[in-house]
């Protein structure tokens, strides 16, 4: 790695160390600070001519945790407070959140820093436990109950890619050595030499195991518990980054497996997991009560597009879902602060009891509302441009009938996601609720997310329209 990636390491690193030894009123500034130092070195080193520059799928993959990071260090900042009484109690709670919100961020921006793949094993394993700890953090029977179902799931399915990662160590120990470094660009170099059945079987495992991690059914069972139950800020980096995260571990094995035994096989997983992923997703939209229960699922089934539109082959499709990464992880950190604001000023998470956000919380209330018909693929927002490129590319590439099941399945999330939306933002507020934004930090760290998500509605930047490209070439590849 050269010197600005280990910064992009010990920005966060060094906010944990700090957080932990000092109070918390002089922590909490600090992770602001870092998530906005942090997330403008992340894109210095994506897009820097720093050398050894990062290869592209691991650049790529750096500019969610610098979205998400440089916004949640600001709405951390006000969280902890607003969320803690002001005693010791209330004091040791906002350390540990600050400690272990900016030790996730570390962990997450490590992984697409890395390209050995015991490595990734190694760092993926990390978030898990990390995350766990934030979730159980809320202090409440369900957190505790989400927080352990997470890490066991979670953990299994982990165990079950490291069964891959061994696999294929095994199958390239013949042509590298018994004891060589499981490094992705050795193996890749080799790969139409290594035996076909077992890189097959090492990418099954690596599906199902970081699969799990990536929130794709039918491993997703832990997602809407934990994302449901943990502290709002931890659930925007759950969703935004780690399943990005588990996406970019799987986008490694995909590169060997392509050119070592062609496409034909990791396509028709991911078309299995995608629609499969979709399907729950978009029908469990519709019967949510849960407001942060309904953000959950409808990461399962953006995860489920993003695996389509890498299932469909086409240049397009998978330029769309890279896309679709980014978009993604701008709006569902939008979604799940404004949601945080709303739970914080109604006192509730059922679905049913807000009425009138856009009234109580004028700005607060409606950004998620845009952020939900962002999330529901209303134009001009990123997520309909980096749709609309995916069910091109497969109308386009010889799937026709798939890509229309995929926007059947896609205007029924849309009728989910618009349908509670509306409930939850228009009419008026019960008359106790407070009318109101109190404070504006929060709103601040919500415009990140909006701003992006907006502007790749937009335009898409040239030199973020290369990067996605070349990383899409970097793991597409056939013999």
């Known amino acids: 790695m050269s010197w600005l990636s280990w910064l992009v390491l010990a920005i966060p690193g060094a906010a944990a160390i700090v957080s932990f030894l000092v109070p918390s009123r002089f922590g909490r500034p600090l992770t602001a600070v870092a998530g906005i130092a942090g997330a403008a070195v992340m894109i210095w080193d994506a897009f820097g001519n720093v050398e050894p520059r990062l290869d592209p799928l691991s650049a790529l993959f750096l500019l969610p945790v610098a979205i998400v990071y440089g916004a949640a260090g600001v709405y951390t900042a006000w969280y902890v407070k607003a969320e803690s009484r002001d005693d010791p109690a209330g004091e040791r709670y906002r350390r540990e959140f600050l400690v272990l919100t900016n030790g996730f961020a570390c962990a997450e921006a490590l992984v697409p ?72 660009s050795a193996y890749l170099a080799v790969a139409q030499r290594l035996d076909p059945d077992a890189v097959r079987l090492a990418f099954i ?22 994302h449901g139950a943990g502290p709002t800020p931890t659930s925007a980096m759950l969703s935004g980054v ?22 034909t096989m990791s396509h028709r997983l991911f078309v299995i997991v995608g629609l499969l992923s979709l399907l729950i997703g978009a029908f469990f939209l519709l019967r949510q009560h849960d407001i942060k229960r309904m953000l959950a699922y409808s990461s399962i089934e953006h995860m489920g597009v993003v695996a389509i539109g890498l299932a469909f082959g086409a240049p397009l499709a998978i330029a769309g879902a890279l896309l679709h990464v980014l978009n993604h992880a701008a709006s569902k950190s939008l979604a799940f602060f404004a949601a945080g604001r709303l739970v914080e000023r109604f006192g509730t998470r059922e679905i049913a009891a807000i009425r009138g956000g856009v009234q109580a919380l004028p700005v607060s209330g409606a950004l998620f509302a845009l952020a939900g018909l962002a999330l529901a693929g209303f134009p001009p927002f ?57 404070t504006y930090v929060p709103a601040a760290a919500m415009l990140v997310g909006f701003v992006v998500v907006l502007g790749l509605g937009l335009v898409v930047p040239a030199p973020l329209g290369t990067l996605i490209a070349r990383a899409g070439q970097t793991f597409e590849r056939s013999p």
């Not at 982990?158 to 390239?172: F, K, T």
Request: net charge negative; proline share 3%.
């Open 113 to 184: 820093l890395l390209s050995n793949m015991a490595g990734l094993w190694v760092a993926l394993e990390t978030t898990t436990i990390l995350a766990a700890l934030l979730v159980r953090l809320q202090g409440t029977d369900a957190a505790l109950e989400a927080a352990w179902k997470y890490i066991l799931i979670a953990s299994c399915g982990l165990a079950i890619g490291l069964i891959g990662v061994l696999v294929l160590y095994a199958a390239a120990a013949p042509v590298l050595g018994a004891h060589h470094v499981p490094e992705w």
């Open 205 to 226: 495992l690596a599906l199902i195991g970081f699969g799990t991690k990536m929130g794709l059914a039918p491993m997703h069972t832990w997602l809407p518990d934990a």
């Open 242 to 263: 780690l399943l990005s995260d588990a996406l970019y571990v799987i986008l490694r094995f995909a590169g060997i497996t392509n050119a070592a035994v062609g496409a």
């Open 382 to 438: 990123g997520i309909f441009r980096s749709e609309i490129m995916i069910l091109a590319g497969g109308f386009g590439g010889g799937s026709a009938w798939i890509a229309g099941i995929v926007a059947a399945l896609l205007a029924v999330a849309f009728a989910g996601l618009v349908r509670w939306v509306t409930v939850t933002s228009t009419g008026n507020a019960a008359e106790p609720i407070e009318v109101g934004e109190r």
